[in-house]
C-alpha cells in the first residue's frame, strides 16, 4: 500500500512538470519574438532617420546651389557707366564688360600698400581666372585721376609691379562715385556679369589665400549662370 501511495506522487510530480515546459517554452518564444520586433521596429526607425538625414543633406545642397544662382539676380547693384583708359592707354569701358560672362574687378588705390603688395599674386591668379570660358579680369584704380601725385604714383606701381592684366583709371565722380562710396575695404574684388549686375558680396582683402578665391570663384559661378539666362 506505501508503495503505490509513492507511486502516485511520483508519477502526480512527473505530470506537474511535463505540464509546465510547454508554457514555459511558449513564454520564451513570446520573448524571443517581442524582442526580435522590437529589434525590427529599430531597425526601420534608424532607417528612417538615416534616408531623413539624406533627405536634409539634398535639400541644404539644393538650397546653397540655389542661393548661389539666385545671387545672381540679387543684382542689387549695377555698375555704372564710366570711361577708363588701362595701363597702356587703351580704352575701357562698361561696354567691355558686356562681351564676357562674368568679369572680376579688383577695386584699389594708390596709397593703399595691401593692394600693391598683392598684384605679383594677382599677374599669377588673373591668369588662371581668364582660363575660364567667359570669364575676364581687370583692376580699377580708384584714385589716379585725382591730382598729380595720384596720377605719378599709378604709373610708378605699374612699372614697378607690371601687372599682366588691364589696370584702369576710373574717374571718381558721377554715378561711379556714388558706386564706390560703398566699398569700405581696400582691395575689394567684385564679380558683374554681362549686363554689369554685381553678382553676390564683394571679397573683401588680398585674393591670396584658398578661402578669399573659393568665395570669388562662387560669385563667378553664378555671373556666368546670370548671363547665360539673359540670353
Not at 9 to 28: E, F, R, V
Not at 78 to 103: C, R, V, W
Amino acid at each position: 500500500m506505501k508503495n503505490k501511495i509513492i507511486f502516485a506522487l511520483i508519477l502526480a510530480l512527473g505530470l506537474t512538470s511535463c505540464g509546465n515546459s510547454p508554457q514555459k517554452a511558449d513564454d520564451k518564444a513570446k520573448d524571443m519574438a517581442e524582442t526580435k520586433q522590437e529589434e525590427v521596429k529599430k531597425d526601420e526607425k534608424d532607417d528612417k532617420k538615416d534616408a531623413d538625414m539624406k533627405e536634409e543633406a539634398v535639400k541644404a545642397d539644393d538650397k546653397e546651389k540655389t542661393e548661389s544662382v539666385d545671387a545672381s539676380k540679387a543684382g542689387n547693384k549695377m555698375l555704372p557707366d564710366f570711361t577708363s583708359k588701362d595701363q597702356d592707354g587703351n580704352p575701357y569701358s562698361k561696354e567691355d564688360i558686356a562681351k564676357n560672362d562674368a568679369t572680376v574687378i579688383n577695386l584699389w588705390f594708390t596709397g593703399c600698400s595691401a593692394c600693391v603688395e598683392e598684384m605679383d599674386d594677382l599677374n599669377e591668379y588673373s591668369q588662371k581666372l581668364k582660363e575660364q570660358e567667359g570669364v575676364d579680369f581687370v583692376s580699377m584704380c580708384t584714385d589716379v585721376n585725382y591730382d598729380d601725385s595720384t596720377k605719378e604714383a599709378f604709373e610708378r606701381i605699374m612699372k614697378d609691379k607690371k601687372p599682366t592684366y588691364k589696370n584702369l583709371a576710373v574717374d571718381y565722380e558721377g554715378e561711379m562715385k556714388d558706386f564706390l562710396e560703398n566699398i569700405f575695404v581696400y582691395p575689394t574684388t567684385i564679380v558683374v556679369d554681362k549686363n554689369g549686375n554685381v553678382i553676390g558680396d564683394p571679397v573683401e582683402g588680398a585674393l591670396n589665400i584658398p578661402e578669399q578665391q573659393e568665395k570669388l570663384q562662387k560669385n563667378i559661378d553664378a555671373a556666368i549662370e546670370s548671363s547665360k539666362m539673359a540670353k
